[in-house]
């Protein structure tokens, strides 16, 4: 899988409006919406945030991961969003978080969204991708960085 095959400039937001993670959620799942992605945005919205109470989507290394399986979606899709400032997001090494994945995936296409998963933790791992991205100011930056890195990753 390549981030590329779900992932567009117009789906990255630089930065995001939002201070904490509710809302950051709720922004990237409108920006979805809005990029005409989503079938029903509360249903999406409420199925990211039943999820993310269960247990936090904040990864480590700065990533968080909101992610869903819903049926307010027709294929996988995603939306990336930097915060202003890297925020809390109960993230499992305490961290706050610089960057957002939002992944949600109809609930019959558990393969792809898996692999998206496990893609997005794998290049976050990456000291030299992080501290890039890290350094992002606009969308096309964000953008250009995860592109550069999908190209020379291993696809799942």
Known sequence: MRLADILTLDLV????????KIAAITELVDLL????LVKDR??????VLEREATRTTGVGHGLAI????????????????????PMDF???????????CLLVS???QTAAHIQALAKLSRLMINDTFRA???ATQNPAEVFGTIMDQDKTSVPT
């Not at 049926?71 to 202003?84: D, F, Q, S, T, W």
Request: aromatic share 4%.
């Open 42 to 47: 509360d249903m999406v919205l409420a199925s």
């Open 132 to 134: 890039k991205l890290k």
């Open 13 to 20: 937001k630089v930065p995001l409006a939002a201070v904490d």
């Open 33 to 36: 919406f809005n990029n005409r």
């Open 106 to 108: 109809p609930p019959d």
């Open 66 to 85: 909101p992610h869903s399986k819903c049926g307010g979606v027709n294929r996988l899709v995603m939306a990336v969003g930097k915060p202003a400032q």
């Open 90 to 100: 109960q993230a499992i090494d305490g961290q706050p978080v610089f960057i957002i």
